[in-house]
């Protein structure tokens, strides 16, 4: 089976998380992938697939119309790691949302999948918005679909 590049799994990552399906999502993830989110001043601890799919899953519904769009990229073929610097809008009942993301990616050896999902997000804006949201229960909880 031929070597994928870093590259185009951190382009399918960019794609999956575009189609804002849960299953997607996890797609490109390794079946032992980490993913921390950061900064650790967020306090959050870094979770298995399964922890991030319980984690992920009831904060995906009141977004709508996801997109990612990616500023810059540095690839490490030899290192097996991609950083993404990526921005991101969607709607909301309580309005738009727009954050800021770093991500970098550690790939497995045939670089299909990500390892370690290492996420750096805008914690300003998240804590603001996600209060805000929380302030709102019925669009915090509706479907995406």
């Not at 922890?51 to 992920?56: G, L, N, T, V």
């Amino acid at each position: 089976m031929a070597m994928a590049s870093c590259s185009q799994t951190a382009q399918a990552l960019v794609a999956a998380y575009n189609t804002w399906t849960l299953e997607n999502i996890m797609d490109v993830r390794a079946s032992n992938c980490i993913n921390y989110i950061l900064p650790n001043s967020l306090g959050q601890k870094s979770m298995d697939n399964e922890e991030y799919k319980a984690f992920f899953a009831p904060r995906m519904a009141p977004f709508r119309h996801f997109n990612l769009a990616v500023h810059d990229t540095v690839v490490d073929e030899a290192a097996r790691k991609v950083v993404l610097h990526m921005t991101s809008t969607a709607s909301t009942d309580v309005g738009d949302y727009r954050n800021e993301y770093m991500l970098k990616l550690h790939m497995t050896e045939d670089c299909r999948k990500v390892d370690i999902f290492e996420e750096f997000v805008d914690s300003a804006y998240s804590a603001k918005f996600m209060a805000y949201l929380a302030k709102h229960p019925s669009a915090a909880t509706k479907s995406n679909l």
